[in-house]
């Protein structure tokens, strides 16, 4: 079945620097997200891109992050200057069309804001 | 705020059929339920999703109430691996998928 890669698997930063988050969505799919989990919580809901624009964001998104399709098959989540409770596991999601059809999670990004 | 109760853990035994149930009451008629499962700290992952008719695929079956108002997963098979949080979302494909707190299902042998 095909994949949703991020990478890195781990990145650990300090305190008010820049991060990029990166992640190849499945190849012919159309709607890209992020979302993250802080240790022990709920799967929150950050940001959906659709046709290079951002289609829909939480609270969460706020001028600290931004994302990206820099080219035809990757996606990239910024933070730009991390604090703390940036500390997460983040997950980027594809899916070919916008109405229901199944969503495909890669295995995420654990990011240690130090 | 995620649309659904369910219980917070559950326990099976292995080679058991595990029942999960979800009650989403308010559901409306363009909206479907959606079951996903997050082993340990994965990402999540799709299992099966149904309008109004029971569905079934090679992981599970739904069955959903002629009301629409609950649904049941059933692992007819539990195995080690298929401890899990599960989760079940009522969804109509306009808005992100928004996950809840979920089933902690505990496959024991």
């Known amino acids: 079945e095909p994949e949703v890669t991020q990478t890195p698997s781990h990145q650990v930063t300090q305190m008010g620097q820049e991060v990029i988050l990166h992640c190849v969505p499945i190849?012919?799919?159309?709607?890209f997200y992020w979302y993250r989990q802080i240790l022990g919580q709920k799967v929150e809901f950050l940001v959906s891109?659709?046709?290079?624009?951002?289609?829909?964001k939480s609270e969460i998104f706020d001028d600290q992050f931004s994302v990206e399709r820099p080219d035809g098959s990757n996606f990239t989540l910024k933070i730009r200057s991390t604090k703390l409770e940036d500390s997460a596991m983040y997950f980027c999601?594809?899916?070919?069309?916008?109405?229901?059809?199944?969503?495909?999670f890669g295995s995420g990004t654990q990011l240690s804001v130090l | 705020d995620a649309k659904t109760t369910q219980p917070p853990s559950m326990d099976c035994a292995e080679g058991r059929a595990a029942n999960l149930p979800c009650n989403h009451s308010?559901?409306?008629?363009?909206?479907?339920v959606y079951w996903y499962r997050q082993i340990h700290s994965q990402g999540p992952q799709y299992i099966i999703h149904?309008?109004?008719n029971n569905e079934t695929n090679e992981m599970a079956s739904l069955i959903i109430t002629e009301d629409r108002k609950s649904s049941t997963l059933i692992l007819p098979h539990a195995t080690l691996r298929d401890t899990a949080v599960y989760y079940c979302?009522?969804?109509?494909?306009?808005?992100?998928?928004?996950f809840g707190k979920g089933t902690r299902l505990s496959v024991i042998a």
């Open positions: 190849s012919n799919h159309l709607y």
């Open positions: 979302i009522v969804y109509s494909g306009n808005t992100p998928l928004v």
């Open positions: 999601a594809s899916r070919m069309t916008g109405y229901n059809e199944k969503l495909f």
């Open positions: 891109f659709y046709n290079n624009e951002i289609s829909e």
């Open positions: 308010t559901i409306s008629g363009n909206e479907y």
């Open positions: 149904g309008l109004k």
